[in-house]
């Protein structure tokens, strides 16, 4: 059993180096088919802290504020349901089992309970998709100021850097956020966040 799982474990392994090398093979050709590299221009390199771009990103707050009331219009929904039930169920204690009073509260409690039930399905697809769609959007805008700023300081490229927290106590999912860290280590004098956050900021206030 130990050599099975030895045996997948180095299996796992070559797999996620195959992959590592699949990631970096291409970014160093990249890297020196960068135009002028040849020639002994100096390559500039720019680094962005992505956590960072959101969390002082103005527009952020304001789609959290829209996606929060969407949230809670859902709950409130949901919730007059829930003590139409609550209410149903305490009538159905009082009533005589078997007489007909009784059968039409049970008929019109399944009737809430199923209401509740596909109530409760569209309104966490509708999250899930006004959430993905915030989210979308965001990356569009902060994609779109990297490349001005890129373009408008002179930059051959902008690498994406990411906080990472190691703190898990599963292995797969640590494993995975420590291979979302693009960037291991730079220099603070090729961080071009802040001048990303203020462009960000400024291009949403003209609108």
């Known amino acids: 059993m130990a050599a099975l799982e030895l045996g997948l474990?180095?299996?796992?392994?070559?797999?996620r180096l195959m992959r590592l090398l699949s990631f970096f093979v291409p970014f160093l050709a990249l890297i020196i088919s960068?135009?002028?590299?040849?020639?002994?221009?100096?390559?500039?390199?720019g680094v962005v802290n992505l956590n960072k771009v959101f969390d002082?990103?103005?527009k952020r707050k304001e789609l959290e504020n829209d996606f929060r009331d969407i949230r809670n219009r859902s709950e409130e929904?949901?919730?007059?349901k829930q003590d139409e039930a609550m209410a149903l169920r305490d009538e159905l204690q009082l009533l005589e089992a078997g007489?007909?009073?009784r059968k039409k509260k049970e008929e019109d409690m399944e009737k809430v309970l199923l209401y509740l039930q596909i109530e409760d399905e569209?309104?966490?697809?509708?999250?899930?998709?006004?959430e993905k769609e915030f989210y979308e959007e965001l990356f569009q805008d902060i994609n779109t100021v990297v490349e001005e700023v890129g373009k408008k300081e002179g930059f051959d490229l902008i690498l994406k850097k990411e906080d990472i927290d190691t703190k898990s106590a599963d292995l797969v999912e640590l494993r995975l956020k420590i291979g979302i860290g693009t960037v291991l280590y730079f220099s603070?004098?090729?961080d071009v966040?802040?001048?990303?956050?203020e462009s960000l900021n400024r291009r949403y206030k003209k609108g």
Do not use: F, Q
């Open 9 to 15: 474990i180095s299996h796992l392994e070559r797999e």
């Open 34 to 45: 960068l135009p002028g590299t040849t020639m002994g221009k100096e390559v500039k390199v």
């Open 56 to 58: 002082l990103y103005d």
């Open 77 to 80: 929904v949901l919730k007059v």
């Open 99 to 101: 007489s007909a009073a």
């Open 122 to 130: 569209v309104a966490r697809k509708n999250l899930a998709k006004a």
């Open 188 to 190: 603070n004098a090729l």
């Open 193 to 197: 966040t802040d001048k990303v956050v």
